[in-house]
RNA sequence: GUGAGCGUAGCUCAGCUGGUGGUAGCUCCGGAUUGUGGCUCCGGUGGUCGUGGGUUCAAGUCCCAUCGCUCACCCCA
């Protein structure tokens, strides 16, 4: 074969959809139930959106974003994440006047060009949920309960870590004590050396032993927060504990994009190789007004798709299967046209039916049924045919009825409707 | 962007210190005294050994380059 996919490009096919059918059908339904409303975004944007939304210096916009040049000049780029399109909308849309708190989801492809590895692609996808207009803690609460909600009914578990990164107001005197902190450590690995430059606050996330040893008298940002930020923390942790749902506090959580404040919260796994989160989110107060909308505060959360099939993969039988009801056995030409007839109308009356259009043996259909996992079969040949009874099979149990044929076959198709569907 | 490992049928892989790629397994198609299935048995389709150079009498095997994949670092969903 000459041409092939993108690296870090990856088609879905059949025996891998049917994952991510129950990711995508088991979240609408979640989704649904908190009165969620979808909204569908563009996956290509102005570059200066992610740029003011995302932060200048962070990695996903200094060599991450898939940027190119339009036919007229004008600097494009495929969202590498849905927020900052989703606000644009909001924003464009005037939504915040159609309804004061407007809680939204939307389910798509983002694109980072990154080194593909285990659990991370250069298009994967995500689904995500803004909730925009309020700044109540319960509701930072309740979209975390959201999120664990849909690994629950998954199937799947992880761990909630949840932290706190204050505000505009008091993050500035927490960087300070940090930088300070970080200015007397000594023996800093060479990554640490570098973030202390960039993204100081990622510091403290680092892998090595020999940092995290240090970095356990660090100053750590809850210390820091201000008053207001400190209540809204400690009413999110009584807000899950009302959800009774699990939770961990994680001080050193950083989140890798720069608008987030207060509340942020990643769904973990070790179960994904050296990826660890499934799902992670935050409040972003005063991101929408930076965007040049109205000042409503918000908060979000994405979960990852591929990681979510990674995940159910590993478990067998986590994935329901969906096998068609009927499969018309015809033998001979008068009975396959009968059959052909036939299937059409279970079709339509709403039954998935298969046919073997080559009138090969009764042997080899039973085959093919078998194969499909069917769960009848209807068998007609010429004795059927003439004597006007057909043998519907449950292929179980293989037990076997005769049933009448009717020359309607619109009518047959409803009758066989009711045996097939119990 | 950095590092490591790996490229032999659609998929999973044998192939030793170079000496003619395997009736290989799975899938697919056909058949097993011609009207009853996922198992079993038999047969069949299917390969530029990633690509290009080099060494050699001889390269799937050794060397170089290149492309691709994978995993990890970084970062992140």
Redesign the pocket.
């Given at each position: 074969m000459s041409v092939?996919?993108?690296?870090?490009f990856k088609d879905i096919v059949p025996g891998e959809v049917e994952t991510w059918q129950f990711i995508e059908q088991t979240a609408r339904a979640i989704f649904h139930r908190f009165n969620l409303d979808e909204i569908k975004v563009p996956i290509l944007e102005k570059t200066k959106l992610f740029v003011r939304s995302i932060g200048e210096t962070?990695?996903?916009v200094e060599k991450?974003m898939y940027t190119f040049a339009d036919r007229n000049g004008s600097s494009l780029t495929m969202r590498p994440?849905g927020t900052a399109s989703v606000l644009r909308a909001y924003i464009e849309n005037g939504l915040q006047s159609k309804k004061a708190v407007q809680k939204l989801y939307t389910i798509g492809p983002m694109f980072?060009h990154?080194?593909?590895?285990?659990?991370?692609?250069r298009q994967?996808h995500?689904m995500s949920v803004e909730i925009l207009g309020t700044d109540l803690p319960r509701v930072d609460a309740e979209v975390m309960a959201m999120a664990w909600l849909i690994l629950k009914e998954l199937g799947l578990s992880a761990s909630l870590e949840i932290n706190s990164l204050g505000c505009k107001k008091c993050r500035p005197a927490f960087n300070k004590a940090l930088l300070d902190f970080l200015g007397k450590a000594e023996n800093l690995c060479d990554?640490c050396l570098r973030?202390r430059e960039t993204?100081p606050l990622?510091v403290l996330?680092?892998?090595s032993a020999h940092c995290q040893e240090q970095y356990e008298k660090a100053p750590s940002i809850l210390d820091h927060i201000c008053q207001s930020c400190a209540d809204h923390f400690q009413a999110v942790k009584k807000g899950l504990d009302l959800l009774a749902v699990p939770y961990a506090v994680n001080s050193f959580m950083?989140?890798?994009?720069d608008y987030y404040t207060r509340t942020t919260f990643?769904?973990v796994t070790d179960a994904l190789?050296?990826?660890?989160?499934?799902?992670?989110g935050g409040r972003y107060d005063g991101l929408v007004a930076q965007l040049g909308g109205p000042d409503v505060p918000g908060i979000g959360f994405?979960?990852?798709m591929?990681?979510l099939a990674l995940l159910l993969d590993q478990q067998e039988g986590s994935v329901p299967v969906a096998t068609p009801d009927l499969f018309v056995v015809a033998?001979g030409e008068a009975a396959q046209e009968k059959g052909y007839a036939l299937t059409h109308a279970a079709r339509k009356a709403g039954l998935a039916a298969i046919m073997d259009l080559?009138d090969?043996?009764?042997?080899?259909q039973?085959?093919q049924?078998?194969?499909a996992?069917v769960r009848f079969?209807l068998?007609m040949?010429?004795?059927?045919l003439s004597n006007g009874k057909a043998?519907l099979?449950n292929?179980?149990?293989?037990e076997?009825q005769d049933i009448s044929i009717n020359d309607d076959v619109a009518t047959w198709a409803t009758e066989l409707y009711s045996l097939v569907i119990q």
């Amino acid at each position: 074969m000459s041409v092939k996919a993108l690296k870090g490009f990856k088609d879905i096919v059949p025996g891998e959809v049917e994952t991510w059918q129950f990711i995508e059908q088991t979240a609408r339904a979640i989704f649904h139930r908190f009165n969620l409303d979808e909204i569908k975004v563009p996956i290509l944007e102005k570059t200066k959106l992610f740029v003011r939304s995302i932060g200048e210096t962070t990695d996903i916009v200094e060599k991450e974003m898939y940027t190119f040049a339009d036919r007229n000049g004008s600097s494009l780029t495929m969202r590498p994440e849905g927020t900052a399109s989703v606000l644009r909308a909001y924003i464009e849309n005037g939504l915040q006047s159609k309804k004061a708190v407007q809680k939204l989801y939307t389910i798509g492809p983002m694109f980072r060009h990154e080194r593909p590895q285990k659990g991370r692609l250069r298009q994967f996808h995500q689904m995500s949920v803004e909730i925009l207009g309020t700044d109540l803690p319960r509701v930072d609460a309740e979209v975390m309960a959201m999120a664990w909600l849909i690994l629950k009914e998954l199937g799947l578990s992880a761990s909630l870590e949840i932290n706190s990164l204050g505000c505009k107001k008091c993050r500035p005197a927490f960087n300070k004590a940090l930088l300070d902190f970080l200015g007397k450590a000594e023996n800093l690995c060479d990554d640490c050396l570098r973030r202390r430059e960039t993204n100081p606050l990622r510091v403290l996330d680092c892998k090595s032993a020999h940092c995290q040893e240090q970095y356990e008298k660090a100053p750590s940002i809850l210390d820091h927060i201000c008053q207001s930020c400190a209540d809204h923390f400690q009413a999110v942790k009584k807000g899950l504990d009302l959800l009774a749902v699990p939770y961990a506090v994680n001080s050193f959580m950083v989140r890798g994009l720069d608008y987030y404040t207060r509340t942020t919260f990643e769904l973990v796994t070790d179960a994904l190789g050296a990826q660890s989160a499934v799902g992670a989110g935050g409040r972003y107060d005063g991101l929408v007004a930076q965007l040049g909308g109205p000042d409503v505060p918000g908060i979000g959360f994405a979960m990852g798709m591929e990681r979510l099939a990674l995940l159910l993969d590993q478990q067998e039988g986590s994935v329901p299967v969906a096998t068609p009801d009927l499969f018309v056995v015809a033998l001979g030409e008068a009975a396959q046209e009968k059959g052909y007839a036939l299937t059409h109308a279970a079709r339509k009356a709403g039954l998935a039916a298969i046919m073997d259009l080559q009138d090969r043996s009764l042997k080899n259909q039973m085959k093919q049924a078998g194969k499909a996992m069917v769960r009848f079969a209807l068998i007609m040949g010429e004795d059927e045919l003439s004597n006007g009874k057909a043998v519907l099979r449950n292929m179980a149990n293989r037990e076997q009825q005769d049933i009448s044929i009717n020359d309607d076959v619109a009518t047959w198709a409803t009758e066989l409707y009711s045996l097939v569907i119990q």
